[in-house]
């Protein structure tokens, strides 16, 4: 079974990478490189501010199977728009200092941007209800709307409505967060939250005590991702974060391929008390998603620089040199993702903050030492700096905590058997 869902979960998350990819591809030839640049940060300042509100919505995954889900769902939007009320009068305030506000917020994109959290947050709080009743294939359908409903949104305000600056990229945004929205409602969760099965109601405090830990990871973690792009607006302009944000979203899309197997790892993880079956499954997994993850990014590495030339326009030919200084981090991700998982599965996210805050240590010196000299390479490198010090740390405290042997870390014959079983069945489906 956990192989199925590994598959099911990993050929949604692979069809996203492709899609993705085509949405990048539509956008470097479409608005050219400012305006991508431009498009990243207001994604960026959306997906902070969601991760904020999800302080919360968080913990939805773990007491789902344990709690009333329409008294999670409440609580989880209440706090949402709570929270966003609060950054309303956050950005009213900041737009008094428009030099400082509109180097974190793109002028004129406050509003769109308070709106998209609210309906992201709505999204995200189905998905985690879902994932956390280990409806798995539901999970996959709204995830997949997601990407697909962004994608034709993207196509259709750059071709048909000839929208083409980071104003299609917003309306590709709503899109993305509507469409899954409206089928979750009328498909899953109203039946979901109809059958409470006479668990006992969640309360705020008890939410919050496990979800602010695991979040406030996520968000020091995203701040070692992304704050970068935060540096090379203020160090070399919009034309050169676009060319980065094209790098990273083309290098980070094969950390899906960790995230995959983490979501399935955290699914059942979360629905067992056993802890040798958690440290057994997440050392296999491990294994599993670092081979996978280090062989698509070595696909990536051989293409040439002029390939990503002619597929992107001649603005972003520096694309390769991202790639080849993220390529180290995205593999450290792919063992974040199962780390992070694993320790928030167990009830244990402390760990991840802890590996955040030590990646957040090395990113800042790291950026400003080396953007100023390299450019977009050295804000490349920085990052995966950040990565690898995050995921030693979890590491080390793993092997600790479970008296991990070296050589358990070691791929045997059981990962490359499982490996074999998933190509055989990705090329026969």
Request: proline share 3%.
């Amino acid at each position: 079974m956990i192989i199925k869902n590994i598959l099911s979960t990993g050929a949604v998350r692979m069809l996203n990478a492709l899609s993705g990819f085509v949405l990048l591809w539509l956008a470097t030839n479409g608005m050219g490189a400012a305006a991508w640049g431009v498009s990243g940060l207001i994604l960026l300042n959306v997906t902070l501010l969601i991760m904020l509100a999800e302080m919360v919505s968080n913990a939805v995954v773990y007491y789902s199977s344990r709690r009333n889900p329409t008294s999670l769902v409440r609580l989880s939007a209440g706090f949402t728009f709570a929270l966003l009320a609060f950054f309303s009068l956050t950005f009213f305030v900041l737009s008094y200092f428009p030099d400082f506000f509109h180097v974190l917020v793109p002028q004129g994109y406050a509003v769109h941007i308070l709106i998209l959290v609210w309906l992201g947050s709505l999204h995200n709080i189905n998905l985690y209800l879902l994932l956390g009743r280990e409806r798995i294939k539901a999970f996959n359908t709204l995830f997949m709307l997601q990407f697909l409903s962004q994608l034709a949104a993207m196509a259709i305000a750059l071709h048909l409505l000839d929208i083409r600056n980071e104003l299609a990229y917003v309306i590709s945004l709503y899109a993305s967060y509507l469409v899954p929205l409206i089928a979750a409602y009328t498909t899953y969760i109203v039946p979901l939250l109809r059958g409470n099965n006479g668990l006992p109601d969640a309360n705020l405090r008890e939410m919050i005590a496990f979800g602010s830990l695991t979040q406030t990871s996520s968000f020091v973690h995203m701040l070692n991702r992304r704050l970068s792009f935060y540096v090379i607006r203020f160090f070399t302009g919009n034309a050169a974060l676009g060319v980065f944000n094209s790098g990273v979203q083309l290098t980070e899309g094969f950390r899906l391929i960790g995230h995959s197997i983490a979501l399935v790892q955290f699914s059942s993880i979360s629905n067992s008390s056993d802890p040798g079956y958690a440290r057994r499954l997440s050392i296999r997994l491990m294994k599993l998603s670092i081979i996978l993850t280090c062989l698509a990014l070595a696909v990536l590495l051989v293409v040439p620089a002029g390939v990503f030339e002619w597929l992107f326009s001649r603005e972003f030919g520096q694309i390769k040199l991202v790639v080849a200084g993220l390529a180290p981090g995205v593999l450290a991700l792919s063992a974040n993702a199962i780390f992070s998982h694993y320790f928030s599965g167990t009830g244990r996210p402390k760990y991840n903050l802890f590996a955040s805050l030590t990646g957040f240590i090395v990113v800042i010196p790291a950026l400003l030492l080396l953007i100023p000299p390299f450019g977009i390479f050295g804000a490349a490198l920085a990052a995966s700096l950040a990565y690898i010090a995050s995921a030693s740390y979890q590491a080390i405290i793993f092997t600790r905590m479970n008296h991990t042997a070296a050589r358990e870390w070691l791929p045997g014959r059981e990962e490359l058997d499982v490996v074999k079983q998933m190509i055989k069945k990705l090329m026969r489906s």
